[in-house]
Nanobody, 121 residues
Framework: QVQLVESGGGLVQVGGSLRLSCGAS???????MAWFRRAPGKEREFVAA????????VYGDSVRGRFTVSRDNAKNTVYLQMNSLKPEDTAVYYC???????????????WGQGTQVTVSS
């Protein structure tokens, strides 16, 4: 069993940066960790994922080049560094865990409660 708790969300201006953290209880070493987001009135969207070792990452088209996912297995924590934020990045951001890397939210077994990110213009 893995429990995930996101933190670091908030209000930021266009072009600004935020770093989200996802702390886990239980070992996450055996899991791919990912970030998804859901904007108001939209479906949940894949943002980024990182393999168990941290050696491979994958990003959604809308964030590639601006966001960076990383993990510290010793601390059971995953991070999402978000730069050059845009109003369309406004969403609730969720951390999730799965056994295999996937862009589909249905493939993820564990989810956090989410943290709100609001980008103001």
């Amino acid at each position: 069993q893995v429990q995930l708790v996101e933190s670091g969300g908030g209000l930021v201006q266009v072009g600004g940066s935020l770093r989200l953290s996802c702390g886990a209880s239980g070992r996450t070493l055996g899991y791919v960790m990912a970030w998804f987001r859901r904007a108001p009135g939209k479906e949940r969207e894949f943002v980024a994922a990182i393999t168990q070792s941290g050696g491979s990452t994958v990003y959604g088209d809308s964030v590639r080049g601006r966001f960076t996912v990383s993990r510290d297995n010793a601390k059971n924590t995953v991070y999402l560094q978000m730069n050059s934020l845009k109003p369309e990045d406004t969403a609730v951001y969720y951390c999730a865990a799965a056994l295999l890397i996937s862009l589909r939210d249905n493939d993820y077994h564990y989810w956090g409660q989410g943290t709100q990110v609001t980008v103001s213009s």
